[in-house]
């Protein structure tokens, strides 16, 4: 059963994590958005963290679980950015993903079952 994950990144600009290679490189909503979707559909996000850890095989991979129907949307208010991801994921690896890509440059609201 789908989740609706309500987030906010108070300041985009430091929604950024501290791996560069992993971190967002969005500068609008939408980029946010795409990106976030994108690391929710697919593995290369977490593929990529794996492979940088120091014993790549003991990482759980369940963190590396995928939504391929994973929808999250976007809209600005003022400087801060609002996201609404909707996806069947558990929030532990949504969390796992969103620390990745913005380290703790965000914000859970609110979550909602759809």
């Known amino acids: 059963m789908p989740t ?3 987030l906010r990144l108070s300041d985009p600009s430091k929604a950024r994590g501290s791996e560069p290679g992993l971190a967002f490189r969005a500068l609008s ?6 990106e976030l979707q994108n690391a929710l559909r697919e ?3 977490f593929k990529r963290w794996q492979a940088a850890q120091p014993d790549p095989d003991a990482v759980d991979p369940a ?3 995928t ?11 003022d400087l801060a950015i ?4 909707t ?7 949504l969390r796992h993903r969103l620390r990745l890509l913005a380290g703790h440059g965000w914000a859970l609201h609110d979550v909602t079952a759809v």
């Open 4 to 6: 609706r994950f309500h």
């Open 29 to 34: 909503a939408e980029g946010f958005a795409e």
């Open 43 to 45: 593995d290369g996000l």
């Open 63 to 65: 963190l590396g679980a």
């Open 67 to 77: 939504d391929p129907n994973a929808v999250v949307s976007a809209a600005q208010h």
């Open 82 to 85: 609002d996201l609404i991801a």
């Open 87 to 93: 996806t069947s994921l558990p929030g532990p690896v």
